[in-house]
Structure formats: C-alpha cells, structure tokens
C-alpha cells in the first residue's frame, strides 16, 4: 500500500488532508482512491478499482486504508493496534461479519486454483497472516467454510 498527499486545506486551527491512495494485489489488481482526513474522520472521495470491486469489498475498503492514512497524517497507532508491515490490523474490525462471505470466496477460489488460501485472504483483506488465520477462523465458526478437520 502506498499513501501520499495531494493537498491541504487549514481553516484556523482545523485542517483537512487529502491523500492519494494506491493498493496494489499480487494477482495483479490494484485499487487507487483519493481520501480526505480530517480530525478524527476519514471520508473516501473516489475510488477506482481493476476488476472492479464488489459492494462487500467497498464497504470494508475504509476500514483496510484508516491506518496507513493516520499514519500518513502523523497519527500514532492506538493502544492495542498491531503494525503489520504497511497493513493495518484490528482484533475485531468494523463490520467484520461482512467479511466473512469475501473471505469465503476469496478461500474457496485460492484452493480450486491450487493457490495457498491464506495468501488470497491476506491479499483480498490487507490482514497480515495471523490476521487472516483469525479471520479464517471465524468464517469458519460462522459456517460458510467446511471445518478444518473432521471429528470422529
């Protein structure tokens, strides 16, 4: 993930950034979007995606840029967050359960391609490994992934 600035606007003492954005995925897709960030908001001014992303995939996108446009801004990571290598993770981030049917899919596909799952998590959501074995994790407790191994 790269984040660098495009202009800033300061009225008195209140100032609001806005950020070019670029993610770019090993498969070859990239997102690019322009951000602005204020005190204690972030708002997603535009966004472009190849191939195009899926609503489910736009409405976690704000929660996978939040903290590299923090950091971007100066911002220090909060008590609790784990720096994750240009990643920012969450124990349990916002709207977590509607990750759950990208995460499926994302599995799913990654293993009918012979591909490492765990990578294809870890680049659909922008989680680290252990994130992503979390994440895994709870989709599969949610039901929407077989379990890992078969009970006797």
């Known amino acids: 993930?790269?984040?660098?600035?495009?202009?800033?606007?300061?009225?008195?003492?209140r100032t609001t950034r806005w950020l070019h954005v670029r993610l770019a995925f090993r498969d070859g897709a990239t997102i690019e979007a322009l951000a602005s960030v204020g005190e204690g908001w972030v708002c997603v001014?535009?966004?472009?995606?190849?191939?195009?992303?899926a609503l489910e995939d736009l409405a976690v996108f704000a929660d996978w840029i939040e903290g590299p446009l923090a950091r971007a801004c100066g911002a220090e990571p909060e008590p609790g967050e784990e720096e994750t290598g240009g990643t920012h993770h969450r124990e349990e981030p916002r709207g977590g359960r509607t990750q759950w049917p990208v995460v499926a899919r994302a599995y799913r596909a990654a293993q009918e391609r012979g591909a490492d799952p765990v990578l294809a998590v870890m680049d659909q959501t922008g989680y680290s490994r252990r994130g992503a074995l979390r994440l895994i994790?709870?989709?599969?407790?949610?039901?929407?992934l077989s379990p890992r191994h078969a009970r006797r």
């Open 45 to 53: 001014e535009d966004v472009q995606a190849r191939p195009a992303l």
């Open 1 to 13: 993930m790269a984040v660098w600035p495009a202009w800033e606007v300061r009225e008195g003492e």
């Open 137 to 144: 994790g709870r989709t599969r407790d949610a039901g929407l």
